[in-house]
């Protein structure tokens, strides 16, 4: 009971606009006190009006009243200051705002938790602070809502009233004033019949957001499914190339020392016959040498009859002698290019068999191909840039490879020698457009100062650091930059190719277009210039620009 009693006390010094003691109390004619403040802030807010209305009583006054400071009221005001107010601010002290919570307009300390806001008063007020609305206001058509931090939003920057009508012919939500001035004539009804509407088509947008979320789940789970199939492919693709691999190198081990024991076993034949030729030599040298040495002795013998029995013995005639032949040693040249030959061939066919590999690719269908459309532009090839080779036609959208020279006049953006072509139109932001392909085609973006004159590969796309090619031929795809080229492991079967370009984000994909887009490659680096996209042409090629247009007027 005595806390109500000083609660009720405290009343009679709390301004029914802003909940807190009076701060120089003015009393109006219908004697009813506010701060100076906040009852001028309320007749300021209803300028536009005949009357100015006490905010408790509602009596209205056709002429502003003057404000004067009630200074006994003030007086009494200090003194309860110094003796009953700091109770007010120990009540709900359990109740203070945390993170992301409303806090309460009133407190002037301490800023507790906000329950309740009113949208008359514009304010929003703690358990405390409501129950003092609540005694001011109570049956008096303020409105009450739960605690939002968005009072201001929901107020008319105009007109300073309650946003409760929704303007269909706009599209905005309005005060009652603006239904009679800005707004008149207009399909207007209530906030509450327009979000009974919109609440249907929210359910609809809602469904098609959970049908959308439930595919690209499913999406997304046989990409996981591919991605770990692809790795256990891999895995045991690897486990089996090692010992495939372990068996080649064991069989070329085998083959080295079968080699080597060859030509040791060629070494010890050819030594082994020497040897012995050798040593019949050596034996026919002293022999020879003997009986040279007897004719010696025989030329200095004074016995004539001893020297002519001698000489018959001596001068029988030597048995001819096989002339031996002696082969050159074993080449080690020779040796080392059979050899090399050998490892040539072994590299050449590996190389040749891996090549064969085929390596399955997952195809990523990012997204509905719509979701790019709205990026579409339609481009034209610039026809002070075509070589001579390519025939443009159908308003300078079909690009088409001739062997007959075209009479373009001479121009100094004309490619001379490659057989390239830009478009007239620079990219800049997010850009997206299609080409029809017919044969081996590039499919480039380039800077606008690339070469264009003479036989240097720098004029080409993708040979140098302004541009960046896709080349699309009849069995690969393969991506060139800064004359670096990569091939792409995707399968062929597009005629369609999409590229899209986010120029602030550095980012430009291509993509295979069917029903979806498929990756293709996208690559990641920082554009300095507009982009202008480019194509190769090759013999028998022909590249067509899509328009895109037919598309997006059905979306």
Same mark, same amino acid.
């Given at each position: ?11 009679? &010094?709390?301004?029914?606009?802003? $909940? ?77 705002? *945390?993170? *992301? ?10 800023? $507790? ?21 609540? #005694? ?40 009652? $004033? ?33 049908? /959308? ?32 691999? #372990? ?32 040593? /019949? ?76 590999? #085929? ?35 159908? /308003? ?27 478009? *007239?139109?620079?990219?800049? *932001? ?57 091939? $792409? ?45 480019? &194509? ?20």
């Amino acid at each position: 009971m005595a806390e109500t009693g000083i609660l009720w006390t405290q009343d009679q &010094f709390i301004c029914p606009v802003c $909940l807190d003691l009076l701060k120089n109390p003015v009393t109006i004619p219908c004697g009813h006190n506010y701060c100076m403040t906040c009852i001028s802030d309320c007749w300021n807010h209803q300028d536009q009006t005949i009357f100015y209305i006490c905010p408790q009583c509602r009596q209205k006054f056709t002429t502003r009243p003057a404000l004067n400071k009630n200074t006994m009221l003030a007086d009494v005001v200090e003194k309860f200051k110094t003796t009953k107010a700091p109770q007010l601010l120990q009540t709900n002290k359990a109740a203070e705002t *945390g993170p *992301g919570e409303v806090k309460c307009d009133v407190c002037t300390e301490t800023k $507790l938790k906000a329950v309740k806001s009113c949208l008359v008063c514009l304010n929003s007020y703690c358990q405390c602070h409501l129950e003092q609305h609540e #005694s001011f206001f109570k049956d008096k058509g303020h409105y009450l809502m739960d605690a939002t931090g968005r009072l201001q939003e929901m107020i008319c920057p105009q007109h300073g009233r309650l946003l409760e009508v929704f303007c269909r012919t706009d599209q905005q939500c309005i005060c009652t $004033l603006c239904t009679m001035y800005k707004h008149k004539n207009h399909d207007t009804v209530s906030a509450a019949t327009e979000r009974t509407e919109k609440e249907r088509c929210l359910k609809n947008a809602q469904q098609k957001y959970q049908q /959308r979320i439930h595919e690209r789940e499913k999406d997304m789970q046989e990409l996981r499914d591919a991605v770990e199939s692809h790795k256990h492919s891999a895995q045991a693709a690897v486990k089996e190339s090692d010992m495939i691999f #372990s068996e080649l190198i064991r069989s070329i081990k085998k083959n080295r020392s079968d080699m080597t024991r060859l030509i040791r076993d060629q070494e010890r034949a050819a030594v082994s016959q020497a040897e012995g030729l050798l040593e /019949r030599l050596e034996q026919e040298i002293a022999d020879l040498r003997r009986k040279n040495a007897e004719l010696e002795q025989l030329k200095h013998t004074d016995d004539h009859i001893h020297f002519l029995q001698g000489f018959q013995y001596v001068s029988e005639p030597l048995e001819p002698t096989e002339r031996i032949a002696v082969t050159s040693p074993l080449s080690v040249n020779d040796v080392r290019q059979s050899i090399s030959q050998m490892r040539e061939k072994i590299e050449r066919f590996c190389k040749d068999e891996i090549k064969r590999i #085929s390596v399955k690719h997952i195809n990523v269908a990012l997204r509905p191909r719509n979701d790019f459309l709205k990026y579409s532009h339609q481009f034209t090839f610039d026809p002070n840039t075509v070589n001579k080779h390519i025939h443009l036609s159908e /308003r300078n959208s079909l690009a088409t490879y001739t062997d007959t020279v075209q009479r373009y006049p001479d121009h100094p953006d004309r490619f001379e020698v490659y057989y390239q072509v830009l478009c *007239g139109e620079g990219v800049r *932001g997010c850009c997206y457009w299609e080409v029809e392909c017919n044969g081996d085609v590039g499919i480039s973006v380039s800077y606008k100062h690339i070469s264009r004159k003479g036989t240097n590969t720098k004029c080409l796309f993708g040979y140098n650091d302004q541009s960046w090619s896709l080349l699309r031929s009849a069995s690969r795809y393969s991506f060139r930059c800064d004359d670096m080229e990569t091939d $792409l492991p995707v399968s062929i079967g597009h005629s369609r190719i999409g590229v899209y370009v986010d120029h602030k984000a550095g980012t430009l994909s291509f993509y295979g277009v069917s029903d979806t887009v498929t990756l293709i490659q996208r690559f990641q680096t920082t554009f300095t210039q507009p982009l202008y996209p480019g &194509f190769r042409l090759y013999s028998g090629s022909t590249v067509k620009l899509c328009d895109l247009n037919i598309y997006n007027s059905s979306i």
